[in-house]
Structure formats: C-alpha cells, structure tokens
C-alpha cells in the first residue's frame, strides 16, 4: 500500500481534532483524514472569515506536519471563497491539501486547482455517488482533471454517502464507478467513503440501545475482493464515529441540546449504540451504566486497546458525576476507538 491506509471524514470540530491528536502514533501515521467545514450559511463576512480560519486552525494544530485534504462540502460561495483565501494565507507552512469536484463552482474549482498547483501538496477530487455509478458525472470529471498541472498529485475521493440495509447494490455500483473513474487519471489515491455509524434518532434508540450491521465495511470488504490492478493506491474511508447527517450540522451554539446522547462502539461486525441522558439527577449513573454495558459486550476489546476503551473502563467504575463526560467527550471517546480498530483491522 502506497498511500493511507484509512481515511476517515472528520468534521473540523473540537472533538475530531482532539480524537485525532489522541491516537497513538502507530495507528496515527496510517489515517489521513478527509476535513470537513461545518456550514456557516447566512453568517456576517468578517464573522464567517473568522469562523473559517478557527476550523483551519484547529485542524492544523492537530496535523502540525501530516497531511490531510479540507474540504467545505455543505458551504455556498461566500464559504467556499472564505476557505480559499484562508487556504492561500497560510500556503506556505499548511500540509491540507484543497478538494473540489465537478459539481463545484467554476470559481471554487479555479481557486483549488490553482492552490494545489503553487503549493505541490496535492488535490483531492471529490465525487458524490449516493445512488448509481452512472450519476457521477463522467464528462464533467475529464474536464476537471483536465485541467490539473502535470505536476499536480491528485486523489479520488469516492464518497458513497449513506450506506444504508436497502442500498444492496452498493457494491456493485462502487465497482463500476471504480472501474470507469481509475483508468482516467494517474491517481495518487483512490478511496472509497461511505457512511458508517447510522444517524442517530429517538426512534433507533426507542429501547435504550441498537445494535446496527456495519454495512459500509461490507461493501469494503467486496470491492476490496475483487480489485487487481488498482489495489496498491486503494484506500477504505468512512464518517468515523458519526453519521453523514451528523457531520454536516453547523456549529454548535452552545445553547440547550437534545436531552440525550450516546455511546458508541464498534465491534468487526456491528455499531453499538447506548442512550445516555445529558442531564437529570440521574445522568452521572445512567451514563456509568451505559459504559458497562458496552464493557460486557463479547467484542469489547478491553481497556488496552485504546484510549476509548480505557476511558469507558474509567467511566464505567468510576464514582460521582466526574468523568462520565458530555456530548463532545462521547464522540471523542467513539472516534478513538473507532478509527484505532479499522486501522488494526485493515493491516495484514
């Protein structure tokens, strides 16, 4: 394997930051994640200026010198111009590499074509395919691709979204969509996201807790089977500890919140997910309970094998409303595990 190993989608939040920091360095050196902008729709010029800057700020004190692409995927133009400039300001010490893809603005195309091209730390080319391989259009990415400089590296980004029980074709489709997109350029890296924990809903979680099959490594698992000549620059990528919803909401303001939250783990096989309430005289002991169920699981791979599980084994026999955490904590906790399990996963 030429390129990384596993490329998580990560919000450019707090949480992934610090889940990313956090991992050990083994398992650190083989993820590259894929950066994404929360939205920042309808705010002020010189606050979305701001707001921008902080979300690159914060993901660069967490890279230092390791790349990773950033991308602003739910933003429109005034964002999208907001990234390039905040992109070309720090141009010459950044390590992120800029995305964009076909159904981009001309002038967001331009302005991450050009970045990549005067600073050689590559291009992420990102193309949605929720549906069929047919819906990624093909004429529009050879005339993106067209017009990356020769001396420009350049990476597919295959986000498949959702992948949902009753998207049984998924497979299938990624491979046909592999098989027209791969020959069309010398990729630096192919990858294939799709999303991983479901989205989180009262009506999931009606019984306390859901245990959901991990379908997008399913997919994974058949287009991997059946690559050849592309393999060595083939890479699996997911949503981390969220959903594709999830990480697509704006900011938080730090007002209210839902009542309840969760705890995530993940096992080879399933998504584990266990209702935790944010508040209440209860909350501190019913979250310590909710860690112990998820350190009764069968696959719960015990407290040493990541900073998640150890904080879970904290939590669980822990006393008094310390450590048991909030929202932020809870998928900082869940991406630890996550992402240190899918790379000990994928290593031969």
Not at 97 to 110: I, N
């Amino acid at each position: 394997m030429s390129g990384p190993l596993y490329v998580p989608v990560l919000p450019a939040k707090q949480h992934a930051c610090q889940a990313y920091r956090q991992l050990i360095p083994a398992v650190q050196a083989a993820v590259v994640p894929l950066w994404n902008l929360p939205p920042r729709a309808g705010a002020h010029p010189d606050a979305l200026a701001v707001g921008v800057r902080d979300d690159l700020w914060r993901v660069r004190k967490a890279h230092r010198h390791h790349p990773a692409w950033v991308d602003c995927p739910f933003a429109d133009e005034a964002q999208q111009s907001a990234l390039a400039g905040a992109l070309a300001a720090d141009a010459d010490v950044s390590p992120l590499r800029p995305v964009t893809g076909p159904h981009r603005s001309e002038t967001h195309q331009a302005a991450m074509l050009e970045h990549a091209r005067s600073t050689g730390s590559g291009l992420g080319i990102r193309l949605m395919m929720p549906g069929h391989w047919d819906d990624v259009p093909l004429p529009a990415v050879r005339d993106l691709i067209a017009r990356v400089d020769p001396a420009v590296e350049a990476d597919l980004l295959l986000d498949l979204g959702a992948v949902p029980a009753d998207r049984t074709d998924a497979a299938k489709e990624t491979r046909r969509a592999l098989d027209a997109l791969l020959p069309l350029f010398p990729w630096r890296t192919a990858a294939v996201l799709g999303g991983a924990f479901p989205d989180v809903t009262a009506r999931l979680l009606e019984l306390g807790s859901a245990v959901v099959p991990r379908l997008d490594w399913r997919v994974w698992t058949e287009v991997r089977s059946s690559r050849r000549e592309f393999d060595s620059i083939l890479a699996y990528g997911d949503y981390g500890a969220d959903s594709t919803r999830g990480i697509a909401r704006p900011p938080s303001t730090g007002k209210g919140g839902p009542p309840w939250g969760v705890l995530r783990y993940t096992t080879d096989e399933s998504y584990v997910l266990v209702k935790v309430p944010t508040r209440g005289p209860d909350r501190a002991a019913s979250v310590r309970a909710a860690a112990r169920d998820i350190l009764a699981l069968p696959d719960f791979r015990g407290p040493a094998a990541s900073g998640g599980e150890t904080w879970l084994r904290d939590c669980a026999h822990g006393h008094g409303p310390q450590g048991t955490g909030n929202a932020g904590v809870w998928l900082r906790v869940g991406n630890i595990q996550h992402m240190t399990h899918v790379v000990r996963s994928l290593r031969p």
